[in-house]
């Protein structure tokens, strides 16, 4: 997600390509033992409800026999009831609802575990998991199916999950696996800082039903279909070897696209006169990260005009950027950030909620060295670089000036952050300012060398920051676990650095 750039700038402030990395064969050949979701959805644009069948195909990995299985139910952080968990903090509550407090949740309705009824509950701190329990123990290698009928309530709220005035954004809108870590289910709820997502690659197989005058944009390939009679279209979109699967419906979408090698390239927009300026943003992005990190490895990127809060968001394949970005400038960043992120969460994916600067830093390092292969934009990365570090030294004066001591390390969940803003200069823009830092130290060429190995090593799995030292290494030659530490840990002063 985006946040960065726009309070930097309000406050004044490689082609080393790995061989078998990100084409398309390699979806094919990853995709042939994943999990699959086959999802059937029926979206009610007047109840602002989805109603769905989840089928669950799950093949036992966690090296444990499993007596429960559990899933997230991202929704209910939009219950008027969440407490833990909510999903918007009270600062951003005016602009998250500008039409007064709507309750978003999710309710299941059965589950079946391979055919058979079976107990489960609304458990986790804020009713924010689903936890079935097995009639017959699974172990290990052995597969089974979960069927959860669900309905998900939309809240009228400009949010990832949510309706506005123009658009209706469904992300994490449906049942989804936990993590299984150290012998149990990673449960982790919704939090305002940052993005909570943690979850493996995956199938997708999913039909939805929508009215007909909606345009409908969403993770995968799509082919849709029309029946006249009862003016209802329907969609059905195939994904492989994806994070998870999200979708945008608007009536008032117009498009323009464009095909770069093999990948369609669709950019949905409303009140514009030259949409085809940010779709050509979106190809300088998609060629330069081709470049500078490995080749994308699907064949439709979508980028969405939409009602957020924040700057954007990411999920495989689709993109929203905040039509409240009165900046030109600052959406284009948006854009460019917000599809480096298919790299960094999309095909190397993280655990978001426990490190979230290990996938935001590094694509808003991308993103700042995007300008300097890329003219004709108004942003530099010495400028982007510049106004980082002028923020971050402005940010920590002022807290200090009012709260005295600071804590200025990186390795914390967005949970321990007290407030947005010490997750935001934390997380993007310390976070930026240590890349810049460690290219100095190792030369430019040689980061782009270690961002390329790092997405190497890692693609189509889940990383965590002994990964990325590990790759960095292995691609400089040298010994960087005690430098990146220092950042992590915050035993680097930037006030001294900087002088």
């Known amino acids: 997600m985006k946040k960065f750039l726009t309070i930097c700038l309000s406050i004044g402030v490689c082609l080393l390509l790995f061989a078998g990395c990100g084409t398309i064969d390699d979806i094919q050949r990853v995709s042939q033992d994943l999990n699959t979701y086959t999802i059937n959805a029926t979206v009610d644009t007047t109840q602002h409800t989805i109603s769905g069948h989840e089928s669950l195909t799950f093949k036992n990995t966690t090296g ?132 909570p997502f943690y979850s493996e690659m995956s199938n997708y197989d999913v039909t939805i039903q929508y009215p007909h005058g909606y345009t409908l944009v969403s993770t995968g390939n799509q082919t849709i279909a029309c029946d006249e009679t009862t003016k209802i279209d329907t969609c059905t979109a195939v994904a492989r070897a994806v994070r998870d699967f999200a979708f945008v419906l608007s009536n008032q979408y117009s498009t323009v696209s464009t095909v ?69 400038s600052q959406y284009k960043n948006t854009i460019i950030h917000e599809i480096a992120h298919q790299w960094f969460y999309g095909v190397v994916g993280n655990d978001e909620g426990t490190y979230p600067w290990l996938d935001e830093a590094l694509v808003e390092y991308i993103t ?73 130290l190792i030369g430019q060429n040689k980061i782009e060398k270690c961002i390329a190995r790092y997405y190497a090593d890692n693609a189509f799995t889940n990383a965590t920051p002994k990964d990325l030292i590990q790759s960095f290494e292995r691609a400089s030659g040298k010994n960087l676990t005690s430098y990146i530490t220092s950042w992590l840990d915050g035993s680097v002063v930037l006030e001294e650095l900087s002088n």
Request: overall charge negative; charged content about 20%; aromatic content about 14%.
């Open 64 to 195: 444990a026999r499993l007596e429960t299985i559990c899933l997230h139910l991202y929704p209910n952080a939009f219950r008027g009831e969440a407490t833990t968990t909510k999903a918007v903090s009270a600062m951003q509550f005016e602009k998250a609802y500008p039409n007064g407090f709507s309750e978003g949740n999710i309710t299941i309705n059965g589950v079946t575990y391979n055919d058979s009824t079976c107990g489960f509950e609304i458990g986790g701190i804020d009713k924010n998991i689903l936890v079935v329990s097995l009639s017959q123990p699974l172990d290990e290698g052995a597969q089974c199916r979960l069927d959860i009928d669900f309905v998900s309530l939309l809240p009228n709220a400009n949010h990832r999950y949510g309706y506005g005035e123009h658009t209706i954004n469904c992300g994490n809108f449906y049942p989804i696996l936990c993590e299984f870590e150290d012998g149990e289910w990673v449960m982790r709820g919704y939090n305002p800082n940052g993005d």
């Open 368 to 440: 700042a060295r995007f300008y300097d292969k890329n003219d004709g934009y108004e942003l530099t990365t010495s400028s982007v670089l510049g106004s980082a570090l002028s923020a971050y030294l402005l940010y920590c004066d002022m807290y200090r000036e009012v709260y005295g001591d600071m804590d200025t390390s990186m390795n914390r969940t967005i949970y321990d952050y007290k407030t947005e803003a010490e997750y935001i200069y934390m997380t993007y823009t310390k976070g930026v300012l240590m890349f810049d830092s460690l290219a100095e």
């Open 260 to 328: 770069v090698g093999n990948v369609t390239v669709n950019y949905y927009y409303y009140d514009e006169d030259e949409p085809q300026v940010n779709l050509n943003v979106a190809v300088d992005a998609l060629n330069t990260f081709n470049s500078m990190v490995g080749i994308y490895p699907y064949t439709v990127l979508n980028v969405c005009k939409s009602n957020f809060l924040q700057g954007g968001m990411e999920y495989p394949n689709l993109v929203l950027i905040s039509d409240e970005i009165d900046v030109d």
